[in-house]
């Protein structure tokens, strides 16, 4: 009798919409007194570690049970400890992965290192591109690209191999000429960020959003060049979008499958033995957060542009990109190759 009464009004909150409120005990509620993990495959302070708190903030409400969700930092191999997790992750959906998209093409062009084949994971969806720029400190006196191709002197930080900003520096290398100069093994956004204000470094390639306010608005950096044709508060439309200046079509097909990471953007994932009806579940609920108007505002405030794809669309696109004709992962390896 109890078990039938519980069932009555755990519908009638259903109809009613307000899953997110459902007490604990509501059996139609799987998450209902359980904690969600949501590891980050990178350090904290950078781009990817602010959209996954964002998202710690606002998506418990949208799960019917409402669970607690915890962030935990896992670097390591440039992200790909994180995503590794995954296979020894309980398969009830309670274990949620965000990490630096540049691994899904490093494992079509260094499988000997990234051993994962990413169509066989889970994703949820992303909440945004990954607005990825490349810039230099100002007294080092670089204003534009042009200049940049002209000096050899300047040293770019880098983090481990598999991280965008890595695959980002090999691309200027190998692909446009730029005689950047590189220092490796750098944690993550916020290493990098205090090297350059150390002088250790001149400058990156990294996700806008994370590069320090008052660093665009008083100039203490030059933005060089755009990673993607896509325009954010802040982020000035003369500077150049990198695939604009290939002239050749083979190099762009090579950028358009390098660059694939930043559409990917900000995404979340989970194990592919996760049970349809949950990840139907999850996905639902991150759809409902992401045009929530209480999360838009906080992403608003924070500077983090929201842009979401849906799970689905991400597992076409990763499809998509594991079937990249053989001569195009070739060049694509390449370039790409340091």
Same mark, same amino acid.
């Given at each position: 009798?109890?078990?039938?009464?519980?069932?009555?009004?755990?519908?009638?909150?259903?109809?009613?919409?307000?899953?997110?409120?459902?007490?604990?005990?509501?059996?139609?509620?799987?998450?209902?007194?359980?904690?969600?993990?949501?590891?980050?495959?990178?350090?904290?302070?950078?781009?990817?570690?602010?959209?996954?708190?964002?998202?710690?903030?606002?998506?418990?409400?949208?799960?019917?049970?409402?669970?607690?969700?915890?962030? &935990?930092?896992?670097?390591?191999? #440039?992200?790909?400890?994180?995503?590794?997790?995954?296979?020894?992750?309980?398969?009830?959906?309670?274990?949620?992965?965000?990490?630096?998209?540049?691994?899904?093409?490093?494992?079509?062009?260094?499988?000997?290192?990234?051993?994962?084949?990413?169509?066989?994971?889970?994703?949820? #969806?992303?909440? *945004?591109?990954?607005?990825?720029?490349?810039?230099?400190?100002?007294?080092?006196?670089?204003?534009?690209? &042009?200049?940049?191709?002209?000096?050899?002197?300047?040293?770019?930080?880098?983090?481990?191999?598999?991280?965008?900003?890595?695959?980002?520096?090999?691309?200027?290398?190998?692909?446009?000429?730029?005689?950047?100069? &590189?220092?490796?093994?750098? *944690?993550?956004?916020?290493?990098?960020?205090?090297?350059?204000?150390?002088?250790?470094?001149?400058?990156?390639?990294?996700?806008?959003?994370?590069?320090?306010?008052?660093?665009?608005?008083?100039?203490?950096?030059?933005?060089?060049?755009?990673?993607?044709?896509?325009?954010?508060? #802040?982020?000035?439309?003369?500077?150049?979008?990198?695939?604009?200046?290939?002239?050749?079509?083979?190099?762009?097909?090579?950028?358009?499958?390098?660059?694939?990471?930043?559409?990917?953007?900000?995404?979340?994932?989970?194990?592919?033995?996760?049970?349809?009806?949950?990840?139907?579940?999850?996905?639902?609920?991150?759809?409902?957060?992401?045009?929530?108007?209480?999360?838009?505002?906080?992403? &608003?405030?924070?500077?983090?542009?929201?842009?979401?794809?849906?799970?689905?669309?991400?597992?076409?696109?990763?499809?998509?990109?594991?079937?990249?004709?053989?001569?195009?992962?070739?060049?694509?390896?390449?370039?790409?190759?340091?």
């Amino acid at each position: 009798m109890e078990s039938g009464r519980r069932r009555i009004a755990a519908a009638v909150l259903a109809l009613a919409g307000v899953w997110p409120l459902a007490p604990a005990w509501a059996e139609e509620a799987p998450y209902a007194g359980k904690t969600l993990r949501l590891i980050v495959g990178l350090p904290a302070g950078g781009g990817a570690d602010a959209y996954a708190r964002l998202v710690q903030r606002h998506l418990a409400r949208r799960i019917p049970g409402a669970p607690a969700v915890v962030v &935990q930092n896992m670097p390591g191999a #440039g992200s790909l400890k994180s995503v590794l997790s995954l296979d020894s992750a309980p398969d009830d959906g309670t274990v949620m992965v965000t990490f630096s998209a540049g691994l899904v093409t490093e494992a079509l062009t260094a499988p000997d290192r990234v051993k994962v084949d990413f169509r066989n994971y889970a994703f949820i #969806g992303s909440v *945004a591109e990954d607005i990825r720029v490349c810039y230099v400190r100002s007294a080092r006196g670089v204003r534009n690209w &042009q200049e940049l191709l002209a000096r050899n002197d300047i040293v770019f930080g880098a983090s481990a191999r598999g991280a965008s900003g890595t695959a980002d520096l090999a691309m200027l290398r190998n692909l446009f000429g730029a005689r950047i100069r &590189q220092v490796q093994g750098y *944690a993550g956004s916020a290493a990098k960020h205090l090297a350059i204000e150390r002088g250790e470094i001149d400058g990156e390639c990294g996700g806008f959003t994370a590069i320090p306010e008052d660093w665009v608005r008083d100039r203490k950096i030059n933005v060089l060049l755009r990673l993607l044709s896509t325009l954010v508060p #802040g982020l000035d439309a003369s500077v150049p979008f990198a695939r604009d200046l290939l002239k050749d079509d083979r190099d762009r097909r090579v950028y358009d499958v390098l660059a694939a990471p930043g559409k990917l953007g900000r995404m979340f994932m989970v194990s592919a033995r996760v049970p349809a009806d949950r990840l139907a579940l999850l996905r639902a609920a991150f759809d409902a957060m992401v045009a929530d108007p209480a999360f838009l505002n906080e992403a &608003q405030r924070l500077r983090l542009p929201i842009a979401p794809v849906a799970g689905a669309e991400i597992g076409r696109i990763v499809a998509e990109l594991a079937a990249t004709p053989p001569d195009l992962v070739a060049r694509a390896k390449a370039v790409s190759d340091d």
